[in-house]
């Protein structure tokens, strides 16, 4: 596949960043788990990681904005152009030694998602696509699989944990989908799963309460592999709602219907 000079930036960054993730990843797992420890090792890992994304990608484009998980918004002098970064999605994998991480690279420009990256070290699989040009998974064109109807397929989702969320609601979200469909999946990093959409291993997914950084990539990434990812209402406000629920054009209306079906009433 060809890409342009500013996604090449963008995987280069990516790939820098989920080496160094790649190393303290193999030291996280000999760690004492202790709350101090281990934890601060990883705040350190992910700030090591923004840092190396941001300069990689400021020094290419010095006046396009930066908005990341780990530092405060830098404007940028462009106005028109905002890299969204998340360098380390999947924390709690990587503080566990589970291989589900990843680094979610994007670009907007003029409030729109035009190029894509999510990389995951552990398995050296790098997700790309550009606005236009489709998506790909090592250079493997993508596409959303093709069911039609939610008791066939695999759904992946977000479990709110303590301190996030709204517990009550997500468990009567899970209780409507769980009676549809052939099964679900939690993967613990949204850039993940959504990437997972984008290859076809995921038939749908749908979260709430989320950050841009944790869904921008992810969002072009199945758009471009011919899904649809709309937010809680069906429309494209997703970054601005933190909801998104994604899918083939079947299963992203039949899963919408679902997780907003009203509570029955006695």
């Known amino acids: 596949m060809a890409r342009s000079a500013l996604l090449n930036v963008m995987v280069q960054a990516a790939i820098k960043a989920g080496k160094s993730l790649g190393r303290d ?26 840092k190396i994304v941001k300069e990689e990608l400021l020094k290419a484009r010095p006046t396009y904005g930066f908005l990341g998980e780990e530092s405060e918004e830098i404007k940028g002098t462009d106005g028109a152009h905002r890299w969204i970064v998340d360098p380390l999605d999947g924390t709690t994998n990587f503080l566990h030694g589970i291989p589900a991480f990843a680094v979610s690279i994007a670009l907007e420009r003029n409030s729109e998602i035009v190029a894509g990256v999510v990389f995951n070290p552990a398995t050296d699989e790098l997700y790309t696509a550009e606005r236009g040009g489709g998506a790909f ?10 069911r039609r109807v939610l008791s066939d397929s695999v759904i992946g989702c977000g479990v709110p944990h303590l301190g996030r969320g ?12 769980m009676g549809e469909v052939a099964g679900i999946r939690r993967m613990g990093a949204v850039s993940l799963d959504l990437a997972y959409v984008a290859a076809g291993r995921f038939d749908g997914f749908w979260e709430t309460a989320l950050s841009p950084w944790d869904m921008a990539a992810g969002i072009l990434l199945i758009r471009e ?16 709602t933190g909801s998104i629920i994604a899918g083939n054009e079947h299963i992203q209306k039949a899963l919408m219907e679902v997780v907003k079906r009203p509570v029955p009433t006695r």
């Open 166 to 177: 709204n517990h009550g609601k997500f468990l009567i979200e899970l209780r409507h989908v």
């Open 137 to 146: 998974l090592n250079d493997r064109r993508l596409r959303v699989a093709s």
């Open 25 to 50: 990843f193999g030291e996280v797992q000999n760690l004492q788990v202790s709350v101090k420890g281990p934890g601060d090792f990883v705040s350190n890992a992910d700030r090591k990681a923004e």
């Open 225 to 240: 592999a011919g899904g649809f990812a709309t937010d809680w209402d069906g429309g494209a406000s997703i970054l601005e």
